[in-house]
Structure formats: structure tokens, C-alpha cells
């Protein structure tokens, strides 16, 4: 399974800005719903922000709601997360992911990928 590359990641200051990038140049995302999810240390995996693959629409996190945008380029093959004004609270790996339902005759399942991840440290 092909595992997404990531990048954008590092350290910046608090209310400082990044943005992530993430993609494979052998998988299209168009009918995949694509999102971000972010791991912070000794803490379980959340959902920051998604693009619905049915009808575009767009959820960002209340943790981080009006501090990010997501976007994608289908073109490209690449999906992009900017975010503004970051604390330390934001300090975390954060994972691509990209996730389509196929329905078969044998039924349903996912065709997933993850991002390898990358970290982001956001100092006082």
C-alpha cells in the first residue's frame, strides 16, 4: 500500500504559521474524502479538518476553527493544510489521510491511505 509523503512540518513560535502538504504522485484524490489528523504526545489521534468527498464540504476542528484552511489540488494529486496563529497546543504529528468507499457486489470496504507524518513543535 502506498503511504503518502508529507511535508511542512518543523518549528516555529507561537502565533507563528505553516503549512503542510501531502500526496503521491501515483494516487489521484478525486472521489476520495481527504483530511488531516494530528497525534500530540501521550494523546489519541484527532481530526483537525476534512474535505467531504460527496459535495465538497469543509470541517475544521473547534480547537482550531478559523486558524486553518484546507485545500486540496486534484491536479496535482496534493492536499494542503495552512494554519495560522498556532500555540503550543498545537504541537503534534499530524497525519494525511485520504479515504474512499467501494461498493462491490461482495459489499463495502475502504481504500485508505495515510501520511507518513510530520511533526510540527509551535514554542512560548
Known amino acids: 500500500q502506498v503511504e503518502f509523503g508529507e511535508s511542512g512540518g518543523g518549528s516555529v513560535q507561537a502565533g507563528g504559521s505553516l503549512r503542510l502538504s501531502c500526496g503521491a504522485p501515483e494516487v489521484s484524490l478525486d472521489y476520495y474524502a481527504v483530511g488531516w489528523f494530528r497525534q500530540g504526545s501521550g494523546k489519541e489521534r484527532e481530526e483537525v479538518s476534512c474535505i467531504s468527498s460527496n459535495d465538497g464540504s469543509i470541517y475544521y476542528a473547534d480547537s482550531m476553527k478559523g486558524r486553518l484552511t484546507i485545500s486540496r489540488d486534484n491536479a496535482k494529486n496534493t492536499l494542503f493544510l495552512q494554519m495560522r496563529s498556532l500555540s503550543p497546543e498545537d504541537s503534534a504529528v499530524y497525519y494525511c489521510?485520504?479515504?474512499?468507499?467501494?461498493?462491490?457486489?461482495?459489499?463495502?470496504?475502504?481504500?485508505?491511505?495515510w501520511g507518513q507524518g510530520t511533526q510540527v513543535t509551535v514554542s512560548s
Open positions: 489521510n485520504a479515504l474512499r468507499v467501494i461498493t462491490t457486489t461482495q459489499g463495502e470496504h475502504n481504500d485508505e491511505y
